[in-house]
Nanobody, 122 residues
Framework: QVLLRESGGGLVQAGGSVRLSCAASGRTFASYSMAWFRQAPGKEREFVAGIIWNGRSTYYADSVKGRFTISRANNNSTVSLQMNSLKPEDTAVYYC???????????????WGQGTQVTVSS
């Protein structure tokens, strides 16, 4: 069992930055690929970024490439999402998720956090 808890969301102006963190419980964090998803009101949950178990490969949605950076620290069981040059369309609830195997852009993840709201004002 892996419990995930996100933090770091809030209100930010367009062009600003926010850093999200996800803390994981359990001793097997390093066995899992991690990802960030987001869901805006009335829209489906969408993949934002993913990172494999050792951090050596990362994956991004086209909409965030060059602006967002995913990273992980297996020694303290955390995964982070640094979000720069934020746009109003980045407004959503952001979720971290964990799965065994490679990160995928579908919602086929075993564990999910409760989400944290990010609101970008224009």
């Amino acid at each position: 069992q892996v419990l995930l808890r996100e933090s770091g969301g809030g209100l930010v102006q367009a062009g600003g930055s926010v850093r999200l963190s996800c803390a994981a419980s359990g001793r097997t964090f390093a066995s899992y690929s991690m990802a960030w998803f987001r869901q805006a009101p009335g829209k489906e949950r969408e993949f934002v970024a993913g990172i494999i178990w050792n951090g050596r490969s990362t994956y991004y949605a086209d909409s965030v490439k060059g602006r967002f950076t995913i990273s992980r620290a297996n020694n303290n069981s955390t995964v982070s999402l640094q979000m720069n040059s934020l746009k109003p369309e980045d407004t959503a609830v952001y979720y971290c998720a964990a799965r065994r195997g490679l990160p995928v852009s579908t919602t086929s993840y075993e564990y999910w956090g409760q989400g944290t709201q990010v609101t970008v004002s224009s």
